[in-house]
């Protein structure tokens, strides 16, 4: 599975340039074109930067534009890239297992489920917080009941819980499609457009809604990384270099499903940044996780916010939604790693 | 080594249950410092289940498990793994880790959770990976080494944990030879530190021959334990394994050695065998005699003889000459003797020289004779003409039948020799 290796700082540097460039390249782009040094005008303003860009001076629609419809957008699509890619490297991790993300210990499921109660108790009109909030309610309490099903005498075996998580799902997502059947059209829409997740619409109390529990689940998690690492080696000699398994494996379970249901929770469910983005950058630059989990931060922003970017200017004036892009770019991909994996012998 | 201070592990009855199987048995014994242990046993024995419960990976039905006089229950996870070592069967290093990722994970017990390995931990880990030679493969990843390089670099890791106590449970299965020694090989190093190895080995020769002592488990409980010549004998390898087998001395490599057989199928009375050889000739019409279970004596062979080393493994009486000399009066009186009492006899493919002449003359004494030809006589005969002369009149008696090595083996195995 690991080829070259490449030198980290290297990778970080070129990741780092890449966000940066995406990012800019995502704010620039759209129905109303904003050139890059407006852009920067905009935002500098706006952040309190005492240096004007000599000669830039932005229209009031550009800022409206930036300001209040594309940069929220833009940092939506970073904090959740960023909580896939680090939640899916977890996951695969505390799972032994490359094909694991969160939504295996039911946490889209639960999300899912949450949204549509929101949206058939009509709540979604009163205030733009209750569908997050009540994404974010179903998916924690899914993964509290997946974990508290395949709980005994204190320890969760690996295989009880995959299985409790995919029992979880199955029911919340009879659930969900018994509620969908009573449901009118008009909201079964708005449950549809949850569900294929996007970024379109997003405004800064989305941000504000994600970016606390997205940033710290984060950082805990890339704090976290060196016991990932033994935990990895499998449970035995986990325990026999002397660690509490069964504590830490709770605590990154329940750290990553927090951090991906918040992120969840603002943009709807997301595929395959989860699975993809580890999995590459664990051919990059191997599986020590101290650093896979930043580059899988960074890739997972840089890779939503490209697939977004590219939804919204394929078909223009209409959108492609970024789950759909992400799966449909994810998806192929993903078969030709398996492809390759399998003939170099396994994976 | 009586004193508590100087045991590293003292185990004092150990029940070990799974599921509602008892696994292990009331074991008791303690390890010194310095000492190599081997845990030897037949599949199914419990040595791993044993040695898991040693580390404290599973609970104990009864007994109690002291490492340096601390109950290791109650030791917590981090102080238990600066004391024990544990290299289980089958490590899984998934994901590509590096060797020199996988030897740090050793260092885990001594670093607080929010710290890095410092600058120190590295150079532990290199310094253990350099003493198994792998220090040249630190980065690459350990799924892409071979199975000897695996061996070693998590042998590293165990080391790396810097530990008074090392469990290792089969570090050489599924290894080439010189890559199993290698591993005994680095054990009896570390425990020349004063550090104790503790080592599940599923080779009985290579565990006697480097292990400084061997306990030998069969259905959970010890069997024996003590030095290696004390463990293996042919009362504890019936006892443990329900193997038939003869433990001699191997004059090639000094060793201790096991010869291994079937046990004869059917329960026959079968008569006695006296077996005429010389220069190797007996040899292996004496084992597969012996394995089928005949009373055996055999004569007159001299010392250092391969003949005379088989038979002494297989405790064949024999009537022993003395080397480089003509066969004497009362040796050669005895070998009649047997040979008269003998129900058959078989007279090996032998070479003839004055020395041995006499055995050729004893053939005479037998009931029944069964002279094995492979090679004609005139290329065996040293004496100038008399064996030859002795050998054509003894092969034109009655009693006596000619054949091939391979045709009387073929007989030997369908039990149709010893017969009456």
């Known amino acids: 599975m690991a080829g070259k290796r490449l030198n980290k700082k290297l990778v970080f540097t070129a990741l780092g340039l890449l966000l940066a460039g995406v990012t800019l390249a995502s704010l620039a782009a759209g129905q109303v074109k904003v050139p890059i040094e407006s852009v920067l005008a905009v935002v500098g303003r706006h952040l309190g930067s005492p240096v004007e860009l000599p000669g830039v001076v932005p229209t009031p629609e550009q800022i409206a534009v930036i300001w209040h419809i594309r940069l929220p957008r833009t940092l939506v699509g970073v904090l959740v890239g960023a909580a896939l890619g680090v939640s899916g490297a977890v996951m695969q991790g505390v799972f032994g297992n490359p094909l694991a993300d969160p939504g295996i210990i039911g946490v889209s499921a639960g999300a899912s489920l949450g949204a549509v109660i929101a949206v058939s108790l009509g709540l979604t009109s009163i205030s733009l917080y209750y569908m997050p909030l009540f ?11 997946t974990v508290a ?33 009573f449901m009118n059209e008009y909201r079964l829409r708005e449950f549809l457009f949850w569900m294929v997740g996007g970024l379109d619409y997003r405004r800064w109390e989305h941000v504000y809604l994600a970016i606390g529990p997205v940033v710290v689940g984060i950082l805990i998690l890339c704090v976290l990384a060196r016991h990932l690492n033994i935990l990895v080696l499998g449970e035995q000699e986990a325990r026999a270099v002397g660690m509490p398994v069964a504590f830490f494996r709770m605590l990154l379970l329940c750290v990553s499903a927090v951090t991906t249901a918040s992120a969840v929770c603002v943009s709807g469910s997301i595929g395959f940044v989860g699975l993809v983005v580890p999995h590459i950058m664990r051919m990059l630059i191997g599986p020590e996780h101290r650093s896979l989990l930043p580059a899988c931060a960074l890739t997972g922003a840089i890779f939503l916010l490209a697939c977004d970017t590219v939804g919204r200017l394929l078909i223009p004036p209409a959108e492609i939604r970024v789950g759909i892009v992400t799966a449909l770019t994810g998806a192929p991909y993903f078969l030709y790693l398996l492809r390759r994996a399998q003939k170099a012998g396994g994976l | ?80 793994a600066r004391l024990v070592a544990y290299m289980q069967q089958e490590v899984n290093v998934g994901f590509g880790f590096t060797a020199l990722e996988v030897v740090l994970a050793g260092r885990y017990s001594y670093l607080k959770w929010w710290r890095n390995e410092s600058e120190h931990d590295r ?30 670099i998590l042998l590293a890791k165990v080391l790396a944990q810097e530990t008074p106590l090392i469990f290792l449970d089969e570090p050489t299965a599924s290894l080439d030879l010189v890559y199993q020694e290698e591993i005994f090989r680095y054990c009896q190093t570390i425990c020349a530190e004063m550090k104790s190895v503790l080592l599940i080995a599923h080779d009985i020769k290579l565990a006697a021959k480097f292990c400084s002592r061997l306990i030998l488990l069969a259905e959970g409980r010890i069997v024996a334990d003590g030095s290696p010549d004390e463990v293996i004998t042919v009362e504890n390898l019936e006892r443990a394994y329900g193997l038939h087998a003869a433990v001699f001395m191997n004059q090639v490599t000094g060793n201790l050695d096991i010869h291994t057989y079937e046990a004869p199928a059917q329960t026959q009375q079968p008569g006695t065998v006296h077996v005429i050889g ?46 480089f000399c003509a066969i004497g009066a009362a040796q050669a009186e005895t070998n009649r003797r047997k040979i008269a009492e003998a129900d058959v006899v078989v007279l ?50 009655a009693q006596v039948e000619v054949m091939t090595s391979e045709e009387f083996m073929g007989r030997v195995v369908t039990g149709k020799i010893g017969k009456q």
């Not at chain 2, 048995?25 to 024995?45: L, Q, W």
């Not at chain 2, 532990?124 to 799924?143: H, Q």
């Not at chain 2, 004494?365 to 002369?389: C, M, N, Q």
Request: with cysteine.
């Open chain 2, 1 to 80: 080594m009586n004193d508590t201070e100087s045991l590293a592990l003292s185990v004092a009855g150990v029940d070990v249950q799974l599921g509602d199987r008892l696994i292990v048995r009331d074991c008791s014994f303690t390890v010194g410092r310095g000492e190599f242990i081997g845990i030897i046993g037949p599949n199914g024995a419990g040595k791993s289940t044993l040695m898991k419960s040693l580390r404290g990976m599973l609970p104990l039905a009864a007994g109690t498990v002291r490492v340096f006089d601390h109950p290791i229950h109650s030791l917590g996870d981090k102080n238990a």
């Open chain 2, 348 to 397: 090996g493919n032998i070479c003839y020289g004055q020395q041995n002449l006499d055995n050729l003359q004893a053939a005479f004494f037998a009931h029944k004779l069964i002279v094995i030809e492979d090679t004609p006589i005139s290329e065996r005969d040293y004496t100038g003409g008399t064996a030859a002369g002795l050998y054509g009149q003894l092969v034109r008696q």
């Open chain 2, 278 to 323: 010389g220069g190797g000739a007996a040899a292996s019409i004496l084992r597969a005699l012996y394995e089928q279970g005949c009373r055996l004596s055999a004569g007159v062979l001299q010392p250092g003889d391969t003949d005379a080393d088989v038979a002494s493994a297989f405790a064949v009486d024999v009537v022993m000459g003395q080397s």
């Open chain 1, 149 to 181: 099903l395949s709980m005994r005498d204190g320890k969760i075996p690996v295989m009880t819980l995959l299985l409790a998580g995919v029992a979880v799902s199955m029911f919340t997502g009879a659930v969900t499609s018994a509620i969908l059947t």
């Open chain 1, 135 to 145: 994404a974010l309610i179903g998916a924690v309490l899914a993964v509290a009941t």
């Open chain 2, 123 to 152: 150079s532990i880990a290199r310094k253990y990976m350099a003493f198994t030679g792998t220090e040249p493969l630190a980065d690459k990843p350990v799924n892409q080494v071979s199975g000897g390089e695996r061996q070693r």
